[in-house]
């Protein structure tokens, strides 16, 4: 038997919970957060018992972490964990600044323990459908690749000002995307941006809008759009061109069915937001998590995502405020 | 040059004059219509002379003739054109009975001339890539084949008068399209119909809504639905089902544009009815018909195709009076 | 906690099993199999008992039972059942007869209990959703139903041998899904059908490939169209046409990736199976009877619905005997 | 009867006389080409003399000009016909130099004489009906645009040499989608690129892979993509999001056939290149000019269209130069 502290008790730590409580040789032993009922209410749930996390920790029978806790307490809960030789399941960012997502990955490292980053969308079948067509020739050599990425309506502002703006926060998952899929390192970085959606997030420093352009050393293009707001759904389509053909992933929609009349055909509008889209992927990211405390598997998103997703979100950043193409 | 008479200044004598006229090398010298303005109206946009059909036919420059008239002067128009040795191109149906199709066929075939009837949906390049691709093989042997064929909203009571009933008026293209594709004789035909769009049509003895079933000797099926009235427009598709496959052709839309909003994807209805549908079939339908006239072509569908195709509308007819399948 | 017993330990016994177990308040207690490893099996995984169907049935702690055992047994289980006052859930087809079915719905019906038959179709959500669209009045008066039914490859002979044939094994679902849609009672059907697939199915006196066609009183239309081999998975499609629009449900796909390239725009072919296909209506199907164990539901599906559908399956019989349409 | 002169009897050429020489009150009645013998097939075909610019401008009766003919004789003979007040028609680019161009279209101005740039997107019915949708309304305001377009194969070296590079031959195309879409002047060009098709290509100094982000005053933020190369066929699609849907141009594909096997579902490729593509926007491009002649409409591109998008191409060459954005 597997036992796993879950860290975070909110809405996406639930989702991990359910995921992993899945396994009928996984035991959720332990729930840390520090609203207390949120944390009580999946102990029940799972039978897990509500402790701190200094115990959670101490404890030798516990095998890994799951840390879905607020962003600023991900570096230090990490190398907490990595300390104790837990096997260390987080979600992205690790953290803001890159400086300190270093300091933390050299004391994971050090450590030697299975460190997985939740980059939820490397799991997802779609997206591993198109990986597999380019690594199997499919449309011959990349060349150009564009990543749609548009939540269906933003954060409220108070979270706006504490995610470490649009770049850091939202294209991270993009950003990680590209490098997953072009399979080389950006060296360039263009961003530009703007407030469409609401002017409430310009006035709290962000951008709501925002195109990014990225270069590999070989010359591979990408082109990343963000939109915090689409009313259709989530708009998550990623289209891989090159010189052989081109491969691309549409949106998963509501249903099936079409009605047509006189006003024309209409058809299901896109899933909702992330929880309904991703439902696969953020199981078998857990499957993975479970398959690599078994020393059965690696993490697909390793602590390198973490930060290399994070120096690109830097460099747009970089790139918006100086309206120069960023080198790498 | 080639002469041409035409007989019919109505909307589809107009279409296959405008068709015929963009050859260079053909002249229509003659539009004959009982109604004169019509035909003066034609015969002025082409440079041709309004006469009656004795002159025409008895004008040995005339090549060829196109008989766009009323259904009731079809048979008759044939015979004289065929003993005056004129090409022959005749708008479906031949005539409403079996009985006097044959005796014109029979004169048709006596006198040696080209004929061609206008089922034009055997010159759609859509069908003609689905009859291709049947040929070639990609579908294995055929099996199935389910035809799907509405009309906007239906013609006048009047006309449905004097059209001779749904199956040989409207479903005879579908026979026809039937006949083409399985490539091998019907022996068994059912029909099973109502009436639903408009109570006036049953009152006139016809209905509007129908589906028949077919069967040839080595047990293909075929399934043909028809309604009068199709709220979105005309309803023109055709799957054919195989051993190894499947094939379909969908219907022509207006654009390619499309709308996502909150209540869903929105793309465009299918063209309007059969003037925009088969606008390039009727193009080729009579490129089909010069080249016959210059020996350098056969017709698609011949006079035997008239034929049969009125020969299981009748079977339909009866199949639908007494509830039983009809073997031919 | 609500106890359960499963008769048949086969693959949907498996199935309706795990889709029962993820209910927290739900327990297995009894597994039934006469094929003893397969009964230990399921029993060891969610902590049953194997026992008789005597046992079981004599225990009153036994809230319902899921039969899911061979078509041969479902009668005489469910009046045993129904006997013992339990809340029934019966695969399709509840026999082969109609005069069994009379006869066991007839102690079901004096019992008083709770059952559903599993036309597990009525619980797909793309169904639903157009069942709704058409109860919503989105295509105005529905006049013409298409029901696309083909299964990826057939059964071996030995099932076909005792399956009851095609329309009583195959087509079944499809009746019941041209009654639920219809929404009123067929009043003639028609069938044509042939042997096209395997020669041996022929052999066993059965047909591979068929067509139906419907007609309600008020003059609704629908037609079927079956294949027991489809080379590109499970094909299940459902058109419905009416006054004011047409609703279509088109087949799940294996993904949303597409590939273009100079042979043109590949997409992923239909999911393979009922097992995929229908992963969802499955899981649903066993909410409701869990919810109308509880009185909070009535079954989307009862008996009547094994029953009509059964008496339009020995109509489609008749009339491929007699090629006549068969009243009712 | 409107008299044309036709300069420039290649490919482009032909296809302009064709659509010209469709309205039965327009007349072509010279042909201007360096190369008698391609001067002399179209003249023939049309009826028209072969002659030398200086004799056709000279001639009162010549009302206006089609000027096809390479891009280095654009200017200058936009020069001379307006000088000689006639109407103009000039496929784009005016000139490869801002600075020719801003000369040309002041003789242009002065001499007040109707001009139409050769911008032919703009006529096409797709994306006239997508500008149709922007300006009613139905995706509220724009937000992002993304325009893909990839050309079949690249054209020989020779041409690339003269032709100005990628961004003033092809993307300028795109620039003039954007500017008529995004209807607000662009502030900020960045572009990226590379040489991924053909070596060849670099050797040449220009690029045949690139992206171009533009960003206008309020904050619109458009993506382009282009590449000398798209295995499939011509690749021409535009998506316009903004605060209420999305609107999408697809591709014009070959046929609506659909072929579904074992390997998935295929359907056609988009249509090869320009003349297939654009073959409605020709046509009613010179319907417009036609109009123009006769006072009846204004070119939906003008001069100044010629111009700005020419800018924004200069501008994108310096930007990709120095890696930094380009503020107009």
């Not at 490397?122 to 690749?145: C, T």
């Not at 951008?207 to 050393?217: C, N, P, Q, W």
Request: hydrophobic share 45%.
């Amino acid at each position: 038997m597997i036992n796993v502290c879950l860290f975070g008790a909110g809405r996406i730590g639930a989702v991990h919970a359910a995921n992993i409580a899945r396994h009928s040789e996984v035991n959720i032993c332990y729930v840390v957060d520090a609203y207390e009922p949120a944390a009580q209410k999946l102990a029940t749930l799972y039978g897990a018992t509500v402790v701190s996390a200094e115990h959670a920790l101490a404890d030798p029978k516990v095998d890994g972490v799951i840390i879905a806790s607020s962003t600023n307490t991900h570096a230090n809960l990490m190398e907490l964990a990595a300390r104790a030789k837990k096997a260390i399941f987080c979600e992205k960012p690790v953290d803001l600044s890159v400086k300190r997502v270093r300091e933390c990955l050299a004391i994971v490292k050090e450590m030697g323990v299975v460190c997985s980053i939740g980059f939820n969308r490397r799991y997802d079948p779609q997206f591993s459908a198109l990986k597999q067509a380019i690594v199997a020739g499919e449309i011959g050599n990349l060349e150009m690749l564009t990543i749609t990425s548009r939540d269906p309506s933003p954060p409220p502002i108070e979270y706006i000002e504490v995610s470490g703006g649009l770049f850091r926060d939202m294209m991270i998952h993009d950003f990680d995307m590209a490098r997953w899929l072009l399979d080389e390192e950006v060296v360039e970085v263009f961003a530009t941006a703007s407030c469409q959606v609401d002017a409430a997030i310009g006035s709290a420093g962000d951008v709501d809008t925002a195109l990014v352009t990225l270069k590999t050393a070989s010359g591979k293009l990408c082109q990343i759009s963000n939109s915090r707001r689409a009313s259709y759904g989530y708009d998550q389509r990623v289209e891989a061109f090159g010189s052989k053909g081109m491969a691309q992933v549409a949106n998963q929609t509501e249903s099936t069915l079409t009605l047509t009349n006189g006003l024309g055909r209409m058809s299901a509008k896109p899933e909702y937001f992330f929880l309904e889209r991703y439902n696969n992927a953020y199981r078998l990211e857990l499957d993975n998590f479970v398959a690599c405390i078994r020393n059965e598997a690696v993490p697909v998103a390793g602590p390198m995502e973490g930060l290399q997703s994070l120096i690109l979100a830097e460099a747009a950043v970089e790139s918006l405020r100086t309206a120069k193409a960023i080198s790498l």
